[in-house]
């Protein structure tokens, strides 16, 4: 009697954090393009279980989810052993909420992260680890001399107001938010470096897009243009004339995706991942071109600035594209009008027309 041939056993990409806004997007490409995946996330933020039934509505037997806290080192272990590679998004994510409990920012962000190398080490020493950073390991880039024309701060520096800030800008954490993200980030460069693990770090600017629950603390443009279109006053902390370059979501995801095919020639690397100069907007900026595309304006209410905030910072993303091979990132201007026809459709639900299921999110 011929034995029955073996199941073939299915080992998935991890995904942690993979039910907050970026973390899900990329859960959906993996998933779409064919590969099994596994979102590990605590749920803690609001309004983040709707990314998961909409993963789970799309890509039924694509994808898997466990709820777990980043801290928990038994369940990350156990994915991580499992995992084909490991996008880490999980993180505590607003400086407010670290300003007002800092011991809860370090445990999450740093403690959490070193866990999850550990366990990378010990289990899966082989497999690509890609690491969401932040610009924030910056600091506030106070000592940029900056001037305020035509409505928006600007280096005075001319290659930096050409190009942004580059990968050589010396690292200076600001917040314990800044603080304990600079030391995850620190941490996944040096398990590369001191026990050759296959980890990248992405230092992101401003991303945003579909499936983003924005709010006044982080996730700020579909933020705005949720309160623009609700009629709700919308909080400018600073004057509203500091730059971001901002990146939509899709390019964040390539970007993401790259790193893991390419890891080999880019383990041990740091990169600045944002819109680059050609997407560099003020705050006021998004907000004229949300009032255009919802056809409502805006309520403004001005509040003191706050710690940390940068005046200015704009990704030189030149270094990213050539290591990884990257096209020219979508215009903000379509990116911020694709958003606001997402919320206008969804909402923070997620989509029960079918034929709204069918359709990639890059679409």
């Known amino acids: 009697m011929t034995p029955a041939p073996a199941l073939r056993r299915i080992r998935p990409v991890l995904v942690t954090g993979g039910a907050g806004f970026i973390g899900a997007n990329l859960a959906q490409r993996l998933a779409r393009d064919g590969e099994h995946v596994l979102v590990l996330d605590s749920l803690a933020r609001p309004g983040v279980e709707a990314n998961v039934d909409w993963l789970k509505a799309v890509h039924a037997t694509r994808i898997s989810f466990v709820k777990a806290d980043i801290r928990d080192f038994q369940t990350c272990a156990d994915a991580v052993a499992d995992a084909t590679a490991i996008f880490h998004f999980a993180a505590q994510v607003a400086v407010t909420t670290a300003l007002n409990a800092p011991l809860e920012d370090f445990a999450v962000n740093a403690a959490g992260t070193l866990g999850l190398l550990e366990a990378v080490r010990i289990r899966a020493p082989q497999t690509p680890l890609v690491f969401a950073s932040t610009n924030k390991v910056y600091g506030a880039l106070s000592d940029l001399p900056l001037t305020l024309a035509d409505g928006a701060y600007a280096p005075r520096d001319l290659?930096?107001?050409?190009?942004?800030?580059?990968?050589?800008?010396?690292?200076?954490?600001?917040?314990?938010?800044?603080?304990?993200?600079?030391?995850?980030?620190?941490?996944?460069?040096?398990?590369?470096?001191?026990?050759?693990?296959?980890?990248?770090?992405?230092?992101m600017s401003c991303i945003y897009g579909p499936r983003q629950m924005g709010t006044e603390d982080q996730g700020w443009v579909a933020h705005f243009l949720r309160r623009i279109?609700?009629?709700?006053?919308?909080?400018?902390?600073?004057?509203?004339?500091?730059?971001?370059?901002v990146l939509y979501v899709e390019d964040a995801v390539d970007a993401y995706l790259a790193a893991r095919a390419r890891i080999d020639q880019v383990t041990g690397r740091a990169f600045n991942?944002?819109?680059?100069?050609?997407?560099?907007?003020?705050?006021?900026?998004?907000?004229?071109?949300?009032?255009?595309?919802?056809?409502?304006q805006a309520r403004l209410e001005l509040q003191p600035w706050r710690t940390g905030d940068q005046r200015y910072y704009v990704s030189d993303t030149?270094?990213?594209?050539?290591?990884?091979?990257?096209?020219?990132?979508?215009?903000?201007?379509?990116?911020?009008?694709?958003?606001?026809?997402?919320?206008?459709?969804?909402?923070?639900?997620?989509?029960?027309?079918?034929?709204?299921?069918?359709?990639?999110?890059?679409?």
């Open 159 to 203: 290659d930096i107001a050409r190009f942004g800030i580059g990968e050589a800008r010396a690292l200076d954490f600001h917040t314990p938010y800044g603080c304990s993200k600079g030391t995850a980030d620190q941490y996944v460069l040096d398990y590369a470096r001191t026990f050759g693990l296959k980890a990248a770090v992405m230092r």
């Open 229 to 245: 279109a609700s009629g709700e006053a919308v909080t400018l902390f600073g004057d509203g004339h500091q730059v971001r370059d």
């Open 273 to 296: 991942l944002g819109g680059g100069p050609s997407n560099a907007v003020t705050l006021r900026h998004v907000i004229a071109h949300a009032e255009q595309v919802l056809g409502r």
């Open 318 to 363: 030149r270094t990213v594209r050539a290591a990884l091979g990257l096209p020219a990132p979508l215009d903000w201007r379509e990116g911020v009008a694709r958003l606001a026809q997402w919320i206008g459709e969804a909402g923070h639900q997620p989509p029960t027309d079918k034929a709204l299921i069918a359709q990639p999110m890059e679409a």
